[in-house]
């Protein structure tokens, strides 16, 4: 069957082995197309029960006795569920506080434990709160630390030359998105990690926009420090509890900035002098948001269950197969690729540009515009991001949604928007 025909989304549909995956996500409104996974994952249909169950009779009934029954481990179990999806051992990860937090927690210790060396490098394609709170810790530590960006030759991708530029004897730490939030480049961790080590700077990668959708081995790349959020792929829901991850052999030599009760070695000893706990729960501030962590864990079971490999293996497939229709039905009407075309270089959303992004997104998301409603999103300046999230995208999705693309496009249908920008894109 032709790729370009419906077809053939129906076809590929009906051979998916994953697609009894999409009846475990709440799906109430068939006119709808989501993708938009990649910013805020859809809810699993097992949560609101998982939820109820924690308010009703953890908290309800059980009251403040639901500490010593499996509160105070919950977010070391949770992490012990995630730690597969990023190649890491279960004592090297732990949901605490949001990535942002995370980042600075652990940016700071490695820049004290490197205190020798003053240099920070990352890249100017990473999400701009990463560099924000990079030059809040140049400014804490005293304007000591030279932040360098590596340039990207094409906005797309960062090649290993341009790190290596950046790269050098004084660098304290690289720390990089390891999926690039508009374009989704995907580095090479191990060749970049090693890079790094070479040069005897420290890595922290941010896996906001690759855990849960791209395999991630932290430990087979011999990774240092790595952050990253769980309401994009992980489907934990909005502002949920993020994680972070500390290989083995450094947990000892870092110390966290925030010296929290949770993170002391005895909370309960109520003693005066912080002494951190021994181990990855040294990076705890404060008392862990139960509801949030426990809403992270269905979505967990549902993408241990899956296999990260193929969900990865699935995710390829449909951005193949969505570039391939841009090709034939996009390029022509003004539209250029916004990502790049090989596998191994590409996270889970394909994006694309157009002068006008913005108001072809409102109009792919009214649902007066007739057809589906289609929710992707928009980051500036002009891309439009199309987030592939295997555990729920369809082909048929796909292939509708790019021709409620072409024709938003072919008719001009978004002239009837304001470009005034909403708050949230
Ligand atoms: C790559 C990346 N890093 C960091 C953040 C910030 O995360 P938070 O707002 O949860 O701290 C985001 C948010 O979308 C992100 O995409």
């Known amino acids: 069957m032709d790729f370009l025909e419906q077809g053939y989304a129906i076809e590929q549909d009906a051979n998916d082995k994953l697609k009894h995956f999409r009846e475990k996500f709440l799906m109430n409104d068939s006119n709808l197309i989501y993708l938009d996974g990649n910013s805020l994952g859809m809810l699993p249909a097992a949560t609101p029960r998982r939820i109820e169950h924690v308010i009703t009779k953890e908290w309800g009934k059980n009251l403040i006795r639901s500490w010593n029954d499996g509160w105070y481990e919950r977010s070391k179990e949770i992490a012990a569920k995630l730690a597969p999806l990023i190649g890491a051992q279960p004592d090297e990860v732990i949901m605490a506080d949001s990535t942002s937090v995370n980042l600075f927690k652990l940016a700071y210790a490695a820049l004290q434990l490197q205190s020798g060396k003053k240099a920070i490098v990352s890249d100017e394609l990473n999400f701009p709160s990463d560099i924000y709170l990079l030059q809040g810790l140049v400014k804490l530590f005293g304007d000591k630390h030279e932040l360098r960006l590596a340039r990207s030759h094409d906005n797309m991708g960062v090649s290993k030359n341009e790190i290596v530029e950046q790269l050098k004897d004084d660098t304290a730490l690289l720390t990089l998105s390891h999926v690039a939030f508009k374009s989704s480049f995907l580095y090479d961790m191990k060749e970049i990690t090693d890079l790094a080590h070479e040069k005897g700077a420290m890595v922290l990668w941010d896996l906001s926009h690759s855990a849960g959708a791209v395999p991630v081995k932290l430990n087979d790349c011999n990774a240092d420090l790595a952050i990253g959020c769980t309401y994009k792929y992980l489907n934990g829901g909005p502002g949920s509890i993020a994680f972070l991850y500390v290989r083995r052999d450094l947990q000892d030599q870092l110390i966290s900035p925030i010296w929290g009760w949770f993170g002391q070695k005895d909370p309960f000893n109520f003693r005066l002098d912080y002494?951190?706990?021994?181990?990855?729960?040294?990076?705890?501030?404060?008392?862990?948001?139960?509801?949030?962590?426990?809403?992270?864990?269905?979505?967990?079971?549902?993408?241990?269950?899956?296999?990260?490999?193929?969900?990865?293996?699935?995710?390829?497939?449909?951005?193949?197969?969505?570039?391939?229709?841009?090709?034939?039905?996009?390029?022509?009407?003004?539209?250029?690729?916004?990502?790049?075309?090989?596998?191994?270089?590409?996270?889970?959303?394909?994006?694309?540009?157009?002068?006008?992004?913005?108001?072809?997104?409102?109009?792919?998301?009214?649902?007066?515009?007739?057809?589906?409603?289609?929710?992707?999103?928009?980051?500036?300046?002009?891309?439009?991001?199309?987030?592939?999230?295997?555990?729920?995208?369809?082909?048929?999705?796909?292939?509708?949604?790019?021709?409620?693309?072409?024709?938003?496009?072919?008719?001009?249908?978004?002239?009837?928007?304001?470009?005034?920008?909403?708050?949230?894109?």
């Open 275 to 425: 002494e951190p706990a021994v181990g990855i729960q040294r990076f705890l501030a404060g008392t862990p948001p139960i509801l949030s962590l426990s809403a992270i864990e269905p979505a967990l079971d549902l993408m241990n269950e899956a296999g990260i490999e193929n969900l990865r293996a699935k995710s390829m497939a449909q951005s193949r197969y969505l570039i391939q229709l841009y090709k034939h039905f996009l390029e022509p009407l003004g539209f250029s690729l916004g990502s790049l075309e090989k596998d191994q270089e590409r996270g889970s959303h394909v994006s694309v540009h157009h002068p006008e992004a913005y108001r072809i997104c409102k109009a792919l998301i009214d649902p007066d515009t007739g057809g589906k409603t289609v929710i992707p999103d928009f980051r500036e300046p002009d891309y439009i991001r199309l987030g592939i999230t295997p555990l729920y995208t369809s082909y048929m999705d796909i292939y509708e949604a790019v021709m409620q693309i072409k024709m938003i496009a072919e008719q001009k249908l978004y002239n009837r928007f304001s470009l005034q920008k909403e708050k949230v894109t």
